[in-house]
C-alpha cells in the first residue's frame, strides 16, 4: 500500500527528482522524518518550511494517518515579485 509524493520547485531541486512513492498508513510527520532520511540534510531544510497538500487539500493535522493512493504535494515557500 503507497501513495504518491510530488515534489514542486526546490523540493525538487532538494529531493534531486519530481516524485517517488513511499508506504501509506503513516501520519504526515512520519513521512517527512522518512524524506529527510532519504534525501538528506538539503531535503530536510527545505521540509521544514514546505506546505504539504493531500490530495490537492491543505493538511493541517499532521498527525492523522495518510491512506493509499493518495498524493502528497510538498510546496516549499514560493518566492514572488
Given at each position: 500500500m503507497e501513495l504518491t509524493v510530488?515534489?514542486?520547485a526546490?523540493?525538487?531541486a532538494a529531493a534531486g527528482r519530481t516524485e517517488e512513492t513511499a508506504s501509506a498508513g503513516r501520519s504526515l510527520d512520519e513521512l517527512v522524518d522518512?524524506?529527510?532520511?532519504?534525501?538528506g540534510e538539503r531535503l530536510?531544510?527545505?521540509l521544514?518550511?514546505?506546505s504539504f497538500l493531500v490530495d490537492g487539500v491543505a493538511?493541517?493535522?499532521?498527525q492523522v494517518p495518510?491512506?493509499?493512493?493518495v498524493t502528497v504535494d510538498v510546496l516549499p515557500p514560493f518566492a514572488g515579485g
Open positions: 510530488r515534489y514542486f526546490g523540493a525538487r522518512e524524506l529527510a532520511e532519504r534525501h530536510a531544510a527545505v521544514k518550511a514546505a493538511c493541517h493535522d499532521r495518510l491512506p493509499a493512493g
